[in-house]
C-alpha cells in the first residue's frame, strides 16, 4: 500500500525567511506520480507541481524549488523569501501507475504560517 | 474558463436529511472523482468514475452515493446524512485512465455541517 508522510503539520516563519517543506512517500511500485497543492485559506485546491518517478531532475519555479530525491522517498518543496499570501495549508500526493482508481493518495498537509 | 463547478459552497443539515452535492466541469475530462478532508487526515477518495455509467468507490463510500449520467456532472448524494460526514468535500476532474500524470482539478470545495 502506498502512504504520504508530511511531519510537519504546522510551520511558522517571518516574511523573507526560507522554509523547506517535507514530504516522504512509501510505495512498491517503480512508476508514480508525486504532485504537490496548495490549499490558501479561502480553501480551494490549487495545483502546484507534478514530478515522474523517472524524472529526478529538480524544478525551481520563481521562489518555488522542489528537491526529488528516489534514494530517500522524498519530495521536499522549499519557498525562498517567503512571503505572507505564501501562508497556506500545503499537501504533498502520490499516485501510482495502473491504480484502478486514478487515485490520489495524499499526506496530511503542512499548515504554513508566515508572519509579516 | 476551464474549471470544477461545487454547489453549494456550505450547507448545514440535520442528521437523515437527503442532500446532493451538485459537480460540473467544463474540460471534457472522462475522470470525476470525490474526496472528503478532515483535520489531520488529509483528502481520502470517496467515489471515482471513469467516464459515463462508470463509477466505483474510493477509500470511504459508505454513506455516499454518486451517478454519472452525463460526462460533466457528478453528484454526490448523502441518503442519511449523519454527524460523521461533517467535512469539506472537493469534486475533481481529470483526464481519463492512463493518463497517471495528468493533476487532478479541484472544485472550491462544499463545507458541510450535519447537526
Known amino acids: 500500500a502506498q502512504k504520504v508522510t508530511q511531519a510537519q503539520t504546522e510551520i511558522s516563519v517571518v516574511e523573507k525567511e526560507d522554509v523547506t517543506l517535507d514530504c516522504v512517500y512509501e510505495t512498491r511500485d517503480t512508476t508514480y506520480y508525486l504532485f504537490w497543492y496548495k490549499q490558501p485559506p479561502s480553501g480551494e485546491l490549487v495545483f502546484l507541481i507534478r514530478r515522474n518517478s523517472f524524472d529526478e531532475q529538480n524544478e525551481i519555479s520563481g521562489r518555488y524549488s522542489w528537491n526529488f530525491q528516489k534514494s530517500t522517498s522524498s519530495f521536499n518543496f522549499t519557498i525562498t523569501a517567503s512571503q505572507v499570501v505564501d501562508s497556506a495549508v500545503y499537501f504533498c500526493?502520490?499516485?501510482?501507475?495502473?491504480?484502478?482508481?486514478?487515485?490520489?493518495?495524499f499526506g496530511g498537509g503542512t499548515r504554513l504560517m508566515v508572519k509579516p | 474558463e476551464a474549471q470544477v463547478t461545487q454547489n453549494p459552497r456550505y450547507l448545514i443539515t440535520v442528521t437523515g436529511k437527503k442532500l446532493t452535492v451538485t459537480c460540473s466541469q467544463n474540460m471534457n475530462h472522462e475522470y470525476m472523482s470525490w474526496y472528503r478532508q478532515d483535520p489531520g487526515l488529509g483528502l481520502r477518495q470517496i467515489y471515482y468514475s471513469m467516464n459515463v455509467e462508470v463509477t466505483d468507490k474510493g477509500d470511504v463510500p459508505e454513506g455516499y452515493k454518486v451517478s454519472r449520467k452525463e460526462k460533466r456532472n457528478f453528484p454526490l448524494i448523502l441518503e442519511s446524512p449523519s454527524p460523521n460526514q461533517t467535512s469539506l468535500y472537493f469534486c475533481a476532474s481529470s483526464l481519463g485512465m492512463g493518463a497517471y500524470n495528468s493533476p487532478l482539478h479541484f472544485g472550491n470545495g462544499t463545507r458541510l455541517t450535519v447537526t
Open positions: 500526493a502520490l499516485r501510482m501507475n495502473n491504480n484502478a482508481g486514478n487515485m490520489l493518495t
